[in-house]
């Protein structure tokens, strides 16, 4: 079946307080950007990339892609208003008949064994969502108060979240609606069942300084 990885990379990242996306920040020399994309692009041979940008960064991301043999498989297209609409963008690409990864641009630590996994997991059930279990007490707030939660029964979600263009695609033909916070919640308000998968502690989000750090700390383990 065709692969298709939908990397979205359209935020500012003010939370980093740099002068630059925090896509586009450098981790060992490239930027994380770059490690997103290697992964993907090294996890198949026939995998096709997205990659969905902010119009104002679309030359700076021109000039990563050019640095890869395997330029001719990614497309750039902008992003939208919201992570949906940048999504729904970069759907515009996908062909029917896919297997379709939708992938935080700044998960830059997203393994090759994850990639896979997901793929096959989507071949069987139509959709795997990557999580990890909590390693955290959790409570949940209501008001001034709070009550525990077991903590077991909680998984923190990551992506790439992986779908069949079938189910995918006519999702993110619905409206914006601002309970939508990744495209496993956009799928199942389409009526379509989520199926977790194994995630990875190591696949971490790049959203403030520290993480950076944590990431440098795991390509030296690698």
């Known amino acids: 079946m065709k692969k298709v990885a939908v990397i979205v990379a359209g935020g500012n990242g003010l939370r980093m307080g740099a002068f630059i996306p925090k896509q586009f920040l450098l981790l060992k020399g490239k930027p994380v950007l770059w ?8 996890s198949y041979s026939d995998m096709k990339v997205v990659l969905v940008l902010p119009e104002e960064h679309i030359e700076r991301g021109e000039e990563i892609v050019a640095s890869f ?8 297209t902008k992003g939208g208003s919201t992570r949906f609409h940048s999504v729904q963008n970069g759907l515009k690409l996908v062909e029917d008949g896919s297997i379709v990864f939708v992938h935080d641009g700044v998960r830059c630590m997203v393994s ?6 997901c793929y096959e997991q989507a071949l069987a059930k139509g959709s ?6 909590a390693t955290d007490s959790i409570r949940i707030a209501d008001g001034e108060k709070s009550v525990v939660a077991d903590r077991t029964k909680v998984r923190i979600i990551q992506t790439p979240q992986t779908f069949t ?3 995918i695609i006519p999702a993110f033909a619905q409206g ?3 309970a939508f916070t990744d495209e496993a919640t956009v799928v199942e308000a389409f009526g379509q069942e989520i199926y977790l998968c194994e995630g990875d ?3 971490i989000k ?3 300084p520290v993480d950076l750090l944590m990431a440098e700390k795991i390509l030296e383990e690698l």
């Open 201 to 203: 502690y190591n696949n």
């Open 112 to 117: 090759r064994d994850l990639i896979k996994r």
């Open 176 to 178: 914006h609606n601002d």
């Open 35 to 42: 490690y997103s994309l290697n992964t993907f692009l090294q």
């Open 69 to 76: 043999e395997e330029k001719e498989r990614v497309v750039i």
């Open 165 to 167: 263009s079938a189910i």
């Open 206 to 208: 790049i959203t403030r």
């Open 128 to 133: 795997a969502v990557p999580a990890v279990a």
